[in-house]
């Protein structure tokens, strides 16, 4: 039995749903194009293109991703050294799930886990200390990827470390800010943009405010929003109803989650850890202060310097289109490789390989369309 | 990566563990982040940590948000107007 108060907001939704369209439909008569709307966060271009927003809205409006995957901007050089830093006899790589499948020049880290290396997939950092406990004479190094969201748990993770005195433990450090490389992106966008769709959860750690430059310094009606569908729609009609009002700011229409001004104490944590550095991002190249790198005594605990290896330099994926996609200049249709040669069971790039990469989206719910 | 999972807090632990529930399924969550946390707050977790307190939206207060963005009301609004 679906109660009085539900079934009003499934009315509701659907009064949005209907008035979104007719906003959308308004603006493209008045533009004469469709409207361009980047949801930055990679967990954005897959909940949309999962609830079938996307294509819903496909004749009017073009989502178009944006460089916030962290395994798709985790530059090649980096997923080489991970890979080879796990082939080393005496280490146990522990690493988030979507990182396993990412191809590197050589092999992945699936790949070398089916050689023999020691990998383990892990659900929180905080499982790399038990690893690095059970197994006292190996060296464990955590994958330290992902962006403000994450940055605050490997900061806790090794606050632990040190606490325990867990001596064979290391971080593998490529965590990423969004605020620069979305500097990096508007600076260099060559297509018509119309508006931003926030990410939720680094929102939650920044705060709005965080990203209140979108408006001032460029210009964008820009939406922080949630992952769940009324969210989605939410955010997007909030979006909408800012261009055609022309109404340059930045809107939260995520309150039971973001504040203005974040988790304080989150930020507090990372401050004592990390300081602020420039960064080799795929797509990109350097972005200047855009990453994390482990400040003071805490830098014993970076695998680059324990393990200090060389290697050749990384080359680009050939054909891979990735870096272009990661910048919002190309989409996964425009990809010679996407469906036929490259697909989530063989992936030759890792927006691809990921979950939340924008061609492991298209291909799992657009692909039909296209 | 970036995903949250909203879950209850139904046991503190230590000052900084409590267990988490969701749809049955409970963990062990590092509190560190929101220490004022309390038994039977929602919380946002990300990789093993709660990350935020969340406001728990009831259906009514749903019903609010709606009606307040399909009225125009600019009430969430935070941010700058050129």
New interface residues.
């Given amino acids: 039995m679906v109660?009085a108060?539900?079934k009003?907001?499934t009315n509701?939704?659907q009064?949005?749903l209907r008035?979104t369209m007719d906003l959308a439909c308004e603006i493209v008569e008045k533009k004469g194009r469709r409207i361009v709307v980047m949801e930055v966060?990679?967990?954005h271009t897959t909940a949309f293109a999962r609830s079938g927003l996307t294509r819903y809205f496909a004749r009017v409006l073009e989502l178009r991703s944006g460089s916030?995957?962290?395994?798709c901007v985790t530059h090649q050089q980096d997923i080489d050294y991970i890979v080879a830093l796990a082939s080393l006899e005496e280490v146990l790589m522990v690493t988030?799930g979507?990182m396993m499948r990412v191809p590197g020049s050589v092999s992945s880290l699936e790949q070398a886990k089916a050689r023999g290396a020691r990998v383990h997939l892990c659900?929180?950092?905080?499982?790399a200390l038990s690893w690095a406990q059970r197994y006292p004479r190996k060296q464990v190094i955590l994958t330290g990827?992902?962006?403000e969201?994450?940055a605050?748990?490997i900061a806790?993770t090794l606050l632990e470390a040190k606490k325990n005195h867990i001596d064979n433990f290391t971080i593998y450090t490529t965590l990423k800010l969004v605020p620069p490389a979305l500097r990096a992106l508007l600076q260099k966008q060559s297509f018509n943009l119309d508006g931003l769709i926030l990410?939720g959860?680094?929102c939650?750690?920044t705060g709005?405010k965080a990203f209140?430059f979108t408006?001032?310094q460029y210009?964008l009606p820009?939406v922080v929003t949630g992952?769940a569908e009324?969210d989605l729609l939410?955010g997007l009609?909030?979006l909408l109803?800012m261009i055609k009002q022309n109404?340059?700011?930045?809107?939260?229409?995520y309150?039971?989650?973001?504040?203005?001004y974040g988790?304080r104490?989150?930020q507090e944590?990372v401050e004592q850890c990390f300081a602020v550095t420039d960064f080799l991002w795929r797509g990109f190249s350097i972005i200047p202060k855009s990453g994390y790198r482990l400040k003071g005594e805490n830098s014993i605990f970076e695998a680059r310097d324990r393990f200090k290896l060389e290697l050749p330099q990384a080359g680009e994926l050939p054909g891979c289109r990735c870096g272009e996609i990661i910048c919002g200049t190309s989409s996964p249709l425009q990809c010679s490789l996407f469906k036929d040669l490259c697909t989530p069971s063989k992936p030759v790039g890792p927006c691809m390989v990921?979950a939340?990469g924008a061609c492991n989206a298209y291909f799992q719910h657009l692909a039909e369309a296209t | 990566m970036c995903l949250g999972i909203p879950m209850k807090i139904i046991e503190r632990q230590t000052p900084s563990r409590a267990v988490a529930e969701s749809l049955g399924v409970k963990r062990i969550v590092c509190t560190d982040f929101v220490p004022e946390v309390k038994t039977g707050n929602f919380v946002l977790v990300h990789v093993g940590y709660a990350m935020q307190i969340i406001e728990q939206w009831e259906a009514s207060e749903r019903i609010k948000f709606l009606e307040e963005i399909l009225a125009g009301e600019g009430a969430i609004g935070d941010g700058v107007s050129k």
């Fill in positions: 109660s108060s539900k009003r907001v509701l939704m009064e949005v008035q966060c990679g967990t916030g995957c962290p395994v988030f979507d659900y929180s950092p905080l499982e990827i992902g962006f969201t994450t605050p748990a806790s990410p959860h680094v939650a750690v709005s209140d408006a001032w210009g820009s992952f009324p939410a009609f909030q109803t109404e340059i700011s930045v809107r939260n229409a309150p039971s989650v973001v504040r203005e988790n104490k989150a944590i990921s939340e």
